[in-house]
Nanobody, 116 residues
Framework: QVQLVESGGDLVQAGGSLRLSCVAS????????MGWFRQAPGKERELVAT???????TYADSVKGRFTISSGAARNTVSLQMNSLKPEDTAVYYC??????????WGQGTQVTVSS
């Protein structure tokens, strides 16, 4: 079993900042990458940013230059610093853990709302 616990979602004004955090526990072996995805009402879940164990990062074009993903030294935590937030960033943000043998595990989601 793997558990992901997210925190940091909130209501913020456009132009503001938030920091999301996720802690993984349980059978967290063979990690390939961790990341953040988001899903807005009526839309498909989409990738926001990922980071591999080796430190390689990937960002959606829509967040490049505004969001920064980072992982902790123990490699079981991942954070997403979100700056210059826009109303279109409003969504439920999900933490993701990808393991070589177990595939994907998802957190319960945390709501980010950006008001204009």
């Amino acid at each position: 079993q793997v558990q992901l616990v997210e925190s940091g979602g909130d209501l913020v004004q456009a132009g503001g900042s938030l920091r999301l955090s996720c802690v993984a526990s349980g059978d967290i072996f063979g990690i390939r990458a961790m990341g953040w995805f988001r899903q807005a009402p009526g839309k498909e879940r989409e990738l926001v940013a990922t980071i591999t164990v080796g430190g390689t990062t990937t960002y959606a074009d829509s967040v490049k230059g505004r969001f920064t993903i980072s992982s902790g030294a123990a490699r079981n935590t991942v954070s997403l610093q979100m700056n210059s937030l826009k109303p279109e960033d409003t969504a439920v943000y999900y933490c993701n853990l990808n393991q070589y043998s177990r595939g994907n595990t998802w957190g319960q989601g945390t709501q980010v709302t950006v008001s204009s």
